[in-house]
């Protein structure tokens, strides 16, 4: 069934790759502030996403795909509110957090989910209680949703993301029998792959507000049921293997809300930016963005794939998972550090006199502006 999902997500890719020229006359993306490509892509790649899980689930037997259909019916109001902002109907960040929190609940409700421990022994008692836990249920989902989103920032950066979680979600669930789940993981995977085929490296199509809502709520969906139904498994292995997109969103928001910006205002911080203007800033240059942009993608994967992987090694070791997550968070903070302290003193030494002294006297510009 997997076969179908990417073939069916990889045709419809090629298609609206094809017709994005008559989708993006629509739409001028490239003044967004946190745009990183240079010619005008349809944003509909979601499409494709969806309809490789549909016609997987279609031609798949009832008994065994339960659990992807409610994830895809459950979807449907952050995916529309998504799909909205994709097309060219602008859909305002909030009302888009509102349809990601209505999909949550809707979890909540049809299957009951409910995330109900920390493996922090005074917070496991308060989350045993059903409105911390309910609380926290709706705050996970709809944060790693929101958090795939943010990711969404480069050629197949949001892709690669989604199968590296998918993949170590996977393995895990076959370490502790959980084959419904494992099943569910390999169609999203598929159907992901299908489009990353088109999307990477050269950017023909985007995933879009739609695709990433939804890949990042099934995802972070069918971790919580695996949590709920296996004990040994650790929250905080769970974190390891969603580690990026959740790193990269609270460091995101931690920084507007320090420099009293609103959390909803986008801006070209995010860790992938960092890099990518890194790039440019070393050597590349702004005008060889269809290097750069790949590049900065596959310079990511590393950081990605490796606290992915020590989730499925430690995912029933608890404290071990939950000091990697802390450890994890330094190297991250300290790195995203380092690499814009590295660019701008590269930035400072390549300009002139007068640009020199503009850095030390204007803030705004001694930042390291993306």
């Excluded at 489009?195 to 709520?217: I, M, Q, S």
């Excluded at 790039?279 to 269809?290: D, F, M």
């Excluded at 701008?344 to 001694?366: P, S, V």
């Amino acid at each position: 069934m997997a076969q179908i999902a990417l073939s069916i997500s990889f045709f419809l890719s090629v298609i609206l790759a094809i017709l994005s020229q008559l989708q993006s006359r629509k739409r001028d993306d490239l003044r967004a502030v946190q745009a990183c490509h240079a010619n005008p892509t349809s944003r509909l790649g979601g499409l494709a996403v969806a309809l490789g899980l549909i016609v997987a689930w279609l031609v798949f037997p009832v008994a065994q795909s339960t659990l992807l259909v409610g994830l895809i019916l459950c979807a449907l109001p952050v995916f529309a509110a998504g799909l909205g902002e994709d097309a060219g109907w602008p859909v305002a960040p909030i009302w888009r957090l509102v349809a990601s929190v209505c999909s949550s609940f809707l979890v909540i409700m049809v299957f009951d989910a409910a995330i109900s421990r920390m493996g922090v022994a005074p917070l496991d008692g308060i989350f045993a209680l059903p409105l911390p836990s309910l609380f926290l249920t709706a705050l996970v989902l709809t944060g790693v949703t929101q958090a795939f989103n943010m990711v969404d920032g480069l050629h197949g950066l949001c892709g690669f993301a989604s199968l590296i979680t998918g993949g170590a979600l996977a393995l895990i669930g076959m370490k502790s029998g959980q084959d419904q789940a494992v099943q569910a993981l390999w169609i999203v995977m598929a159907a992901v792959g299908g489009f990353l085929l088109v999307n990477f490296p050269r950017g023909l199509l985007f995933l879009g507000d739609a695709g990433a809502y939804l890949t990042g709520f099934v995802l972070a969906c069918i971790a919580v049921k695996m949590l709920q139904e296996q004990p040994d498994l650790s929250p905080w292995a769970v974190v390891l293997v969603f580690f990026w997109p959740l790193a990269d969103m609270v460091f995101a928001v931690a920084r507007r809300m320090g420099r009293r910006r609103s959390a909803f205002r986008a801006d070209k911080m995010h860790g992938h930016h960092v890099v990518l203007r890194s790039l440019e800033i070393l050597g590349l240059g702004k005008k060889r963005g269809a290097v750069s942009n790949p590049l900065a993608t596959l310079i990511l994967l590393p950081a990605m794939i490796a606290p992915a992987a020590l989730g499925v090694v430690f995912w029933n070791q608890n404290g071990r998972a939950c000091a990697l997550v802390v450890a994890a968070m330094i190297c991250f903070v300290l790195a995203y550090r380092s690499l814009v302290a590295a660019a701008k003193r590269r930035r400072f030494r390549t300009i002139g006199g007068a640009g020199r002294e503009a850095l030390k006297q204007n803030t705004k510009l001694g930042r390291f502006s993306l």
